[in-house]
């Protein structure tokens, strides 16, 4: 199209121009997907990792307690768990509020994708055109 002139291929130009400026933007926002999508992979890889490790906490504890058989070796045993449970309720509540920031942030990215906005995106039909049977 470089060689041709008039106004159809200058409005072609313009075309492309904006198509490569949308693919640029969407390009850019895919990596901050990506990114998102990532941390919140190793965010729960190591809430799953401190899960694991509490679990193996408490087995151990629990089959070598000594004194478990007496009352005073139980009230402390319990002790020990609702300590371990405060553990457990705090690695929940920090996955929580980490995937509600992370929602956050996805939602606010999928506004800024050009054209189309979310439905586009999550593959949802346009305004005026019916749903696309999935396969």
């Known amino acids: 199209m470089?060689?041709?002139?008039g106004p159809s291929a200058d409005a072609v130009r313009?075309?492309?121009?904006?198509?490569?400026?949308?693919?640029?933007?969407?390009?850019?926002?895919?990596?901050?997907f990506e990114a998102i999508l990532r941390g919140a992979h190793q965010h729960n890889l190591r809430s799953r990792a401190r899960l694991d490790?509490?679990?193996?906490?408490?087995?151990s504890a629990a089959s070598a307690w000594p004194g478990l058989d007496t009352p005073a070796g139980a009230r402390q045993f319990h002790a020990y768990l609702a300590g371990k449970t405060r553990e457990i309720r705090r690695v929940v509540a920090d996955g929580v509020a980490d995937s509600q920031r992370r929602a956050e942030q996805i939602q606010a990215l999928t506004g800024q994708y050009p054209g189309g906005g979310a439905s586009q995106i999550l593959g949802g039909p346009q305004k005026g055109q019916p749903p696309t049977p999935r396969q």
């Open 53 to 59: 490790a509490l679990e193996a906490e408490i087995r």
């Open 2 to 5: 470089p060689d041709q002139s």
């Open 14 to 32: 313009v075309r492309e121009r904006q198509l490569v400026q949308r693919l640029a933007a969407s390009v850019d926002l895919d990596r901050s």
